[in-house]
Nanobody, 123 residues
Framework: QVQLVESGGGLVQAGGSLRLSCATS????????VAWFRQVPGQERIFVAVVAWDGEYTAYADSVKGRFSISRDSAKNMVFLQMNSLQPEDTAVYYC????????????????WGQGTQVTVSS
């Protein structure tokens, strides 16, 4: 049974930092690309960042480039999202998602999802 469990969300002031974690189990970790998406109530879930199966390739949404950094630890089967210089517009529920094979920016191409973790940035 594949599971993805996010953690690390919370309340932070603008300009602050958070580090999200995505713990995976039940999948061959080094065969999967893993991405972060985020969703504001009433809006679509949107792409934030993705890391390839081998960690050699990463990509980011324009809105987070230079502020967020995605990484993976194959020994722990985990993926991280370091978020710096957070702004109120970063407030959302953040989800990690996994897909076998190459990276994708498209939500519908991901096979497995976590339950999400809330990030709230106050002004």
């Amino acid at each position: 049974q594949v599971q993805l469990v996010e953690s690390g969300g919370g309340l932070v002031q603008a300009g602050g930092s958070l580090r999200l974690s995505c713990a995976t189990s039940g999948l061959t970790f080094n065969s999967f690309a893993v991405a972060w998406f985020r969703q504001v109530p009433g809006q679509e879930r949107i792409f934030v960042a993705v890391v390839a199966w081998d960690g050699e390739y990463t990509a980011y949404a324009d809105s987070v480039k230079g502020r967020f950094s995605i990484s993976r630890d194959s020994a722990k089967n985990m993926v991280f999202l370091q978020m710096n210089s957070l702004q109120p517009e970063d407030t959302a529920v953040y989800y990690c998602a996994a897909r076998r094979g190459g990276v994708s920016w498209w939500e519908h191409e991901y096979d497995y999802w976590g339950q999400g973790t809330q990030v709230t940035v106050s002004s």
